[in-house]
C-alpha cells in the first residue's frame, strides 16, 4: 500500500471515519482472540517501511501527555527542577493532564529529530499505539490518531482486510 501524503492524509482519513468507527464498534463487541497479535504484526510490517523522520506530522500538530515520571526523567535530563520543567514548557488541560504549552513540539528540530529523544515522554514513545495490547480498548485514540499519522492509516486500512469483520 502506498503511504497516503500528508497533503491526502486529513481527506482520506475523514472520508474513512465513519466506516473505521462501525470497524471499531464492531470490534468491540466481538474481539478476535488474535487481535493483539495481528496488530504487532502490522505495527511491525509498517514500520519496517515508515520513517518517522521524514513526516513527524505528530510532533508538528499534536502534543503528548506528560506524566509526573516523564516529567521527573526530563527535567533531570534538562538539568532543571521539575517545577522549572513544568513552568517553561507545560499547561494544564481540560482533562486535567500536562501537556505541552504549544504546538509544534518545543522539542522539534528543523530535521524533525527530537532534543530529548533518549528521555521522551511515554506517549511519544508509543504513539501510534497501534501495537498496544487490548487494541480493542484504544480505538477512540487510533481513530483521532489516523488523521495524523499516515502509519496509523495504513494500520488500520491493513487491518480491515485481514481480519474482516
Given at each position: 500500500?502506498?503511504?497516503?501524503?500528508l497533503n491526502d492524509l486529513g481527506k482520506l482519513a475523514k472520508d474513512k471515519q465513519l466506516e473505521n468507527k462501525k470497524y471499531f464498534d464492531k470490534l468491540k463487541k466481538k474481539t478476535p482472540k488474535n487481535l493483539d497479535c495481528v496488530m504487532?504484526?502490522?505495527?511491525?510490517?509498517?514500520?519496517?517501511?515508515?520513517?518517522?523522520?521524514?513526516?513527524?506530522?505528530?510532533?508538528?500538530?499534536?502534543?503528548?501527555?506528560?506524566?509526573?515520571?516523564?516529567?521527573?526523567?526530563?527535567?533531570?535530563?534538562?538539568?532543571?527542577?521539575?517545577?522549572?520543567?513544568?513552568?517553561?514548557?507545560?499547561?494544564?488541560?481540560?482533562?486535567?493532564?500536562?501537556?505541552?504549552?504549544?504546538?509544534?513540539?518545543?522539542?522539534?528540530?528543523?530535521?524533525?529529530?527530537?532534543?530529548?529523544?533518549?528521555?521522551?515522554?511515554?506517549?511519544?514513545?508509543?504513539?501510534?499505539?497501534?501495537?498496544?495490547?487490548?487494541?480493542?480498548?484504544?480505538?477512540?485514540?487510533?481513530?483521532?490518531?489516523?488523521?495524523?499519522?499516515?502509519?496509523?492509516?495504513?494500520?488500520?486500512?491493513?487491518?480491515?482486510?485481514?481480519?474482516?469483520?
Amino acid at each position: 500500500m502506498l503511504k497516503p501524503s500528508l497533503n491526502d492524509l486529513g481527506k482520506l482519513a475523514k472520508d474513512k471515519q465513519l466506516e473505521n468507527k462501525k470497524y471499531f464498534d464492531k470490534l468491540k463487541k466481538k474481539t478476535p482472540k488474535n487481535l493483539d497479535c495481528v496488530m504487532q504484526d502490522l505495527h511491525d510490517a509498517e514500520f519496517k517501511k515508515t520513517d518517522c523522520l521524514e513526516c513527524a506530522n505528530c510532533c508538528k500538530t499534536t502534543g503528548p501527555l506528560f506524566t509526573s515520571a516523564d516529567i521527573e526523567r526530563i527535567s533531570k535530563h534538562l538539568r532543571q527542577k521539575p517545577q522549572q520543567f513544568i513552568e517553561q514548557y507545560l499547561r494544564i488541560d481540560e482533562d486535567k493532564d500536562y501537556v505541552l504549552q504549544t504546538v509544534p513540539c518545543s522539542f522539534l528540530d528543523s530535521d524533525n529529530t527530537c532534543f530529548i529523544y533518549d528521555v521522551r515522554p511515554k506517549a511519544c514513545r508509543e504513539f501510534p499505539h497501534t501495537d498496544r495490547k487490548k487494541f480493542q480498548q484504544i480505538t477512540d485514540i487510533t481513530l483521532k490518531n489516523i488523521p495524523i499519522c499516515p502509519a496509523a492509516y495504513n494500520i488500520v486500512e491493513e487491518m480491515k482486510k485481514k481480519m474482516p469483520l
